[in-house]
Each structure stands twice: as C-alpha cells, then as structure tokens.
C-alpha cells in the first residue's frame, strides 16, 4: 500500500493519482464491462428459467405419474369393492335362490293344504230340516178333545223334538267339524306368510347389494374417467391412510419392542450371551429374527386370507392351494407362538434367578421374597397372543406404503414445485443484480460521466451554432435567389 | 418397498456389520486381595467388591482372586477362578458357588508376614494372558505397601500393554499420615512401573463409585 502511495512525494497526491488512474481506466472500459455485465445477467436469467421450466415439466409429469398411481389405486380399491359385494351376492344368491325350488315345493304343499281345506270347509252343513211349517201346521189344529188325536199329536210332538234335538247335535258337530277345518289352515297360513317374507327379505338384500354395486360402479366409473372430484377425493383418502397407518405401524413398533424384550433374553440361553454379530449380541439379532419372523409370516397369512396384497402371486393362487398355504403358515404361526410362549416362561425363570442372585449379591435376604405365578402366566399369555396381533401388522402395513406412495408424489412435486419457483427467482435475481452493478459501476465513475456530459454538450452548442449559422446563409442565398428571380421576370415581362 | 426388499435390506445391512465382528468383548477381571498384616481387616470391603463384580460380568467374562502373601507369584494364591458359561443360568450357578468360596476364604484367610505385590501383578498377567480376555483389568486391593521377603527377586519389567491396572482402597498408613509424600510416593511408584509396563493407571478409592471400574 505504501508501495502505491509513493509514486509521488505526496501521498494523497499519489491517491488521487491513482484515482484519476483508476477512473480513466474504468471508464475506458465502461462499454465491454456493461456489455458484459449484461451478458452474464442474460445467461443467468435464461439458464435459471430453462432450468425452472424443465423442473417445471418434470413436475408435471410426476403429477401424471401422480395421478395414473392414484387413479390405478383407486381403481384397485373400486375393484377389489364391487369383487366383495360380487362376492356376498354370490353367496347369498347361492344361499337364499339355491334353497327356492325347496320354498316353492314347501309353498305349494301348503298351498294344496289350504285349497283341500278350503274345499272341505266349503261343504254347508246341513240345515234344520223344514219342520217349523209342520210344527205350525200340527200347533194350528184345534183341540177336538179326541184321545186319539191327543196321543197322536203327542207322539208326533215326541219324535219332533227327538229329531230336532238329533239334527241340532248334528248341526253343531258339522259347524265345529268346519271350523276345526278352517283353525287348521292357520299354521299353514302362518308358514306361508314366513315363507314369503323371508323370500321379500332375501330380494330386498339383494336389492340393497345391487344399490351398493350401483354406487361403487359410479365411483368406479368416476375414477376410470379420472374426474376431478374422484382424483380429490383418493388424495385426501390416501394422505388419511397414510397418517393413521403411520400411527397404528408406530404401535406395532412397540408391541414388537415388547415382544422382542420377551424373546431375547432366553434366547442367550441357546445361543449364548456372549457371542456378536457386529455390534449385536446374537441373542438380540436372534430374537429379532423370530420377531420378524412372526411379522412375515403374518404378511402371508393375510395375503392368504386375501385381506392384503403384499404378494400378488399369494392371492392369485388357486383357492385349494391358497387354503393349503394357509394352514401350513398358521401351523408354523402356531408354532412360533407356542416357542415364544415357552420363551417367555424361560425369560421370566431366568430374570427371578438373576434377581435372586442379585439380592443374595447385596447381602438381602431372599427368602422373605413374595413369589406369585400371576407375572408368569401373563407373559407367556402375551408371547402366545403377540405374534398372532402382530399379523395384523400386514393390514396397516399396506396401507402405509400404498399411500405412501401418493404422499411421496406430492412431496416430491411440492419439492419440485418450489425448486422451480427459487430458479426462477434466482434467475431474475442475477438479471437484476448484473443491472444493479451496471448502475453501481456508472455510479463509481460518476466524475468522468460528468465530464463526458459536459464535453459533449459543449460540442453539441457548437455544432448547434454553425448549424445555425449555415440555416441562415442558406436562407440568405434563397432570399438573393428569389429577388434575383423576381428581378429578372420584371425584367422580361417589360 | 415390498417386505421381501426390507428384508434383504436387513440381511444385507447384518451382513455389512457383521463384517466388523472380530473384537472380542469379553473381559477378564483378575482381583489382588493384600492379606498382609492390618489390611487384613479390609477384606469385608473386598468381598464387597467381588460381589459387584459377580453382579456386573456377563457370561463369557472371566474373574478370579487371587492373594498377596509373602509369595504371590504363584497358582497357589489363586483363591477361585471362573470363566462364565454363555448361558445366564448356567452362569448364575457359578457365581453363587465363587461368592461362597471368597466367603469362606475371608472368614478363614491369615494375615501373612510380607507383602509381594510384583508377584501377585505377574500371577495377574500372566492368568489373564492364557485367559484371552479382550478386556483385561487388574485390580490391587491393597495399601500398596510393598514388602518383599529376603531373597525373592521382583525387579522384573512388567508387561502390561491393553491392561487396566485398577488400585482400590489404597489406606493410609500411620506414617502417611504424619507425611503425605509417602503415600503420593508410594501411588506414583506403582503408577509408573504400571505405565511403563504400557497399562492405564487408575486409583480408586470411593468404594461407592465402583461402576467407574469399566468406565475408561
């Protein structure tokens, strides 16, 4: 620095030197600075937006890819929705139609029932024979005082009222006799009106599923046409899928953790508590295995019930394989849960030993410890039951990663969405910025721009003043012309 | 991610650990008992310290006692020895059994006339070299007072390269006490002929602070 300042005696006289210097030079090179500037400013700019808008298609695209993922989930869901409602038309079809012709033969029976019934109820006892007309005919003949009349009307009397009391009998056996009939036909009544109402409930169940079917097909057809609506509403479902998986998953965790505390310890009773696997006790690593184990097998089984599809080849199998499969993952699932249950017991042995020890250790005595099963029998309860709750694991499991899926796409298209929005940014940030040290440079060299101005204005008044001074010869030289003109046509005119 | 994926992705991440495998983390404890003059009456404080010994070593680890007497450079003064059987049950058995050795052996134990501490740290490494330990700690229970009886040479170079020399309950003798350059003498001379053998000196004396005996 002393160095610079020191080309003149003076210091500031060597500064101002150096200014001048410095001055010239950059106004010198004013131009191609600017030109440059510009150029860079430019680059930037264009090179920032070429970039934002290949972000920006690449965003695009990953929403289309979004969306056929969606969309082909949705239509996996809609599927697999109307298939089960299939599936349970099926069986009620099976069960309710299969048993029709039964319910007709049933119906027709009591049907003959009733009509046999009908028939014989049908038939009118007979009447009171016509013997009041008799009785009137025989009251209305006037006592002769005969005896012989007496006693023949008294005869007559006596049959009359024999056979009246007979017919009356006969009528009332012939009426109860009908209405036996007709009380009869009541249960057949009765089984008829069951009959048909389990047949109306049966058609309206169906009718129920069919309405069902409707609208999982209307949905179906929503999401096959990729509607707004349909795409909004998968969206939201799936991000809701994939925050209540998450959480249920994040419990799994922690029945795993439990169930892992439960196998590991006895574990080092068969492997040895001594020996690694890197930086894992192989006891740990080994009761991780069957945790996981048990995790896996879970994720078949459901698969073989159908209820997940991790494996598509589980699910497409045949039903008699599939069943087979099944059985075979259950037994071993059985038998898992019986080791753990088994391991457990050892874990809990084990752990009173060690606690035993300790206290004889600490000099306590150990005699006068409480000893209960009831600890005993829940932790082989809970290693039996855990690997059968963990199963279930397979159900939240695919939904988290299903849903995942969308919540990734959106991510990474928020993401990208972002970075395109900072590109373009970035981009008129460096046009503006090449701009503003343009402008930053003019401002530096504000003396020699001044100087500059006044230069040139000054020949501008100077050019202006002998452009002044030509106008007016040249008016000058227009005026002598036309008097000249004038002149000489005054004087050709004379 | 489809299970079969995380699952190879757990093997492969085992495998890439598993790589690491070949540090032996077993650790072998070899325990001095000074059973010299006075100190004799310390050794409840011992039994102490074996206990929580018994309480901390996993299976796979390796204790033994052994005393200073007049000539401890020798199996003889190995008071018991255990390596712990890998299986937990197994090992609590043998460590039952050791706690009632050392009980017995302290309510029966005689105070010696000298005190061959050299010999009893050469017993030491020598126990816990053919022991293989990947851990080994040596532990003085002892006031460090060095006596050796008439012609037993100890001027022998110790080798205690990967050794954790531990000196527990270093007392205060009576003449300590009037002079506390003779204790400070006394610890820094055991410190350096231990350093010098390559171990890592430690002195404690706070026998409430024991879990600092694997603590580096």
Not at chain 1, 46 to 65: D, F, H
Not at chain 2, 162 to 179: E, H, P, Q, S, Y
Request: glycine fraction near 6%; proline fraction near 3%; include cysteine.
């Amino acid at each position: 620095m002393a160095h610079i300042l020191s080309i003149t005696p003076i210091p500031l006289l060597s500064g101002i030197l150096w200014l001048v210097l410095l001055l010239l030079a950059m106004y010198f090179a004013r131009k191609p600075f600017h030109r440059s500037m510009a150029s860079f400013g430019r680059i930037i700019y264009n090179a920032m937006r070429l970039a934002a808008s290949s972000v920006k298609l690449a965003e695009k695209r990953l929403q289309l890819r979004n969306q056929e993922v969606l969309m082909t989930a949705g239509l996996e869901l809609a599927e697999r929705k109307v298939e089960r409602e299939f599936d349970r038309i099926s069986d009620a079809v099976r069960r309710d139609l299969e048993g029709y012709p039964k319910v007709q033969r049933m119906l027709s029976e009591d049907l003959l029932k009733l009509e046999e019934d009908y028939q014989k109820s049908a038939e009118i006892p007979q009447t009171l024979p016509d013997w009041v007309k008799v009785i009137d005919a025989i009251a209305n003949i006037k006592p002769t005082g005969d005896r012989m009349v007496v006693n023949m009307l008294e005869e007559i009397h006596q049959t009359l009222n024999e056979q009246h009391k007979a017919a009356v009998e006969r009528h009332r056996r012939d009426v109860a006799e009908r209405h036996g009939i007709l009380s009869r036909t009541l249960p057949f009544w009765r089984n008829v009106k069951k009959t048909l109402s389990g047949v109306e409930k049966a058609i309206s169940n169906l009718n129920q599923r069919s309405k069902k079917i409707d609208r999982y097909m209307d949905n179906y057809e929503k999401t096959l046409n990729q509607s707004e609506t349909a795409a909004r509403q998968l969206s939201s479902s799936s991000l809701t899928q994939f925050f209540i998986s998450g959480v249920v998953l994040a419990v799994a965790v922690v029945g795993a953790m439990i169930n892992f505390n439960l196998v590991a310890l006895p574990m080092s009773e068969m492997v040895g508590g001594n020996s690694y696997i890197g930086n894992f006790k192989t006891s740990d690593v080994a009761g991780m295995f069957i945790v996981s184990m048990e995790i896996v097998l879970g994720f078949f089984v459901m698969d073989a019930l159908r209820i997940t599809r991790l494996f598509s080849i589980i699910g497409s199998m045949e039903d008699n394989k599939r069943k087979t499969i099944f059985w075979v993952l259950f037994i071993f699932l059985f038998i898992l849960a019986c080791v753990e249950s088994s391991l457990a017991f050892m874990r809990d042995r084990i752990a009173a030993d060690m606690e035993a020890l300790r206290q004889s250790l600490a000099g306590m005595d150990t005699s006068q410890t409480v000893t209960s099963n009831i600890p005993t029998y829940g932790q082989m309860i809970m290693g039996f039951i855990l690997p059968f709750i963990l199963t279930f694991v397979a159900i939240p499991f695919e939904s988290f990663i299903s849903s995942s899926r969308t919540v990734l796409g959106l991510l990474a298209a928020f993401a990208l969405r972002i970075i395109a929005f900072v590109l373009r940014l970035l981009g008129n940030l460096g046009f503006y910025i090449s701009r503003l040290i343009i402008n930053a440079y003019d401002l530096v060299i504000v003396p020699a721009l001044w100087l500059e101005g006044v230069i040139i204005q000054k020949r501008s008044q100077t050019k202006d003043i002998e452009d002044s001074r030509d106008q007016t010869d040249r008016e000058a030289r227009e005026r002598r012309r036309r008097t000249e003109n004038n002149a000489q046509q005054k004087e050709a005119i004379e | 991610m489809r299970p079969t994926g995380l699952l190879l992705l757990l093997i492969g991440w085992m495998l890439m650990t598993s790589c690491s495998q070949g540090v032996d983390r077993s650790r072998g404890v070899y325990m001095l008992l000074d059973t010299s003059g006075t100190y004799t009456a310390e050794l409840k404080k011992a039994q102490t310290i074996i206990n929580y010994l018994l309480g901390t070593l996993q299976p796979g680890d390796t204790l033994a006692v052994g005393r200073i007497d007049t000539g401890s450079f020798s199996e003889k003064d190995i008071v018991a020895k255990v390596r712990f059987d890998p299986r937990p049950s197994v090992a609590n058995n043998q460590k039952r059994s050791f706690q009632q050795t050392i009980e017995q052996f302290v309510t029966t134990v005689r105070g010696s006339n000298y005190t061959d501490i050299s010999g009893g740290l050469l017993q030491a490494v020598e126990y816990l070299n053919e022991a293989g330990a990947g851990q080994k700690y040596i532990l003085i229970f002892s006031d460090l007072q060095e006596e050796l009886a008439k012609g037993h040479v100890r001027d022998v170079p110790f080798q205690l390269s990967g050794f954790n020399v531990i000196a527990l309950n270093v007392t205060k003798l009576r003449d300590d006490i009037r002079d506390p350059r003779k204790y400070l003498d006394r610890v820094e001379k055991w410190r350096g002929k231990t350093e010098k053998g390559g171990a890592n000196w430690r002195v404690i004396n706070d026998l409430e602070r024991l879990e600092s005996i694997f603590a580096h």
